[in-house]
Each structure stands twice: as C-alpha cells, then as structure tokens.
C-alpha cells in the first residue's frame, strides 16, 4: 500500500510558464512534507518543505502547498527554466508511532522543461 | 570532500561474489540510512542508524549486512545476492533520526548477473 502518491510519471512544460507538480498522501500522521529534485546520476537534492502546520511555503520559484484535508501537495515552479528538468520526488515524514523520523517516498514525476 | 560521498558509483557482480559499499558523510550528522530504488518504484528505506547504533531494519533480506563504524561512515555488505536486487543504492544523512531533511550521496549502480 502506497502512502505516497504521485500519479503523474511525467510533465512537459514550455520554458517561462508554470509547472505543477502534485502529491497525495493517506497517512494522518504524517507532519511534514519535502520536495527533492534528482539529475540523472546523481542523489536526490533537498528541495522545499513544509510543516502541516502551515499551508504555503515559498523559495524563490519555488512554492509548495498543502492541502490537509484533501492531504494533498503540490509544488509550483514559476518562471519554469530548462535546468529545472529532472525527477522530483515528494516525501512524508510520520509524525509518532514506530514510523517516526521514517520518510515515505512517493514514485517521482519527470519534468521536463521545453525552451 | 563536502556533503554525502559513496563508493563505487558503479558495480557489477555475480551472484556468489561478496562486495561492500561505502557511505561517508561530513556534515558532522549523527544519522545514517540506506535506501534501495529500483526501477519505476519509490525509494524504500533499507536501513536507519542513530549514533552507530542500528535502529531501523525495514524487513530487508539478510544477504544484505550493514555496518556503521562511526557516526561519518557507514557500509553495506553484500553476499550471495539475485538479479532481483539490481538497483540504485542510496546512502542519506540527517543531523539525527527526526531531522527533518535528508542529505543523499549520488548513489551506487548495482547490477547482479
């Protein structure tokens, strides 16, 4: 069973527009939520994230929101550039229980970035 | 060297051979994990380790040993293992087990033929 859900394999965007990236969840307990960005042959690279306490966090062009109720986030890229293409992947961290401090990946989305 | 190193980056072994991977981390963090992702799957936890002390096991297969000597280095052993377990290997540190974030090395290429 899948606690992390990314159901887009893939995006295709053109270059200056906006990308958006979606992640669902089915844990309650989890409580906090991170984006990382992989290149091919590299690790994953720590990204943006957010507590659920809050439902916006911002990073330059780099938004995430999070929808508790719907437990769903979405990360927005805005301007999209070309050197943004790569895997990104949501995370969830549980909050207590014997899970805590565990991660839980979702599968990634390819962004790709068209000039 | 800064941030999360591993070695080799590629690898490619038999099935009876035995063969380690290395994780090194100088972040001064004092927790350890290592991650397996294969093809079109999330990456799944493998192992966690707090302070050198193994504090995770996530049901993994014994042909896999882990080993953590100190809280900058830590090593996965590898033994008699099947085609099945081809995969990137990820080592990951955080400044200890509820840390928020993770650091990733780049990762080890497995391939078992």
């Known amino acids: 069973d899948q606690q992390v859900k990314q159901n887009s394999p893939s995006l295709s965007v053109q270059e200056g527009r906006i990308s958006i990236l979606n992640c669902d969840y089915t844990?309650?307990?989890?409580?906090?939520f991170l984006w990382y960005k992989k290149y091919p042959a590299e690790g994953p690279t720590f990204l943006i994230s957010?507590?659920?306490?809050?439902d916006k966090n911002e990073d330059g062009r780099f938004t995430v929101f999070l929808n508790k109720s719907a437990k769903h986030l979405s990360l927005h890229i805005v301007p999209s550039q070309p050197g943004d293409s790569a895997v990104y992947f949501c995370?969830?961290?549980?909050?207590?229980?014997?899970?805590?401090?565990?991660?839980?990946f979702g599968q990634g989305t390819i962004l790709t970035v068209h000039p | 060297e800064t941030g999360v190193t591993q070695t080799p980056r590629h690898l490619v072994m038999g099935m009876t051979n035995k063969k380690s991977l290395k994780c090194e981390q100088h972040?001064?963090?004092?927790?350890m994990y290592w991650y397996k992702q294969s093809a079109k799957k999330p990456l799944e936890l493998m192992f966690v380790?707090?302070?050198?002390?193994?504090?995770e096991n996530n049901s993994v297969p014994s042909r896999f040993s882990p080993e953590c000597p100190n809280s900058s280095h830590l090593f996965l052993h590898l033994h008699t293992l099947q085609p099945e377990d081809s995969a990137l290997y990820l080592c990951?540190?955080?400044?200890?087990?509820?840390?928020?974030?993770?650091?990733f090395g780049p990762g080890t290429r497995l391939l078992v033929l």
């Open positions: 990951a540190s955080s400044q200890d087990p509820a840390g928020e974030t993770q650091y």
């Open positions: 844990n309650s307990m989890f409580d906090y």
């Open positions: 957010i507590s659920s306490i809050k």
């Open positions: 995370a969830a961290r549980a909050a207590g229980g014997t899970s805590y401090g565990k991660l839980t």
């Open positions: 972040l001064g963090h004092n927790a």
């Open positions: 380790y707090n302070f050198k002390e193994q504090t």
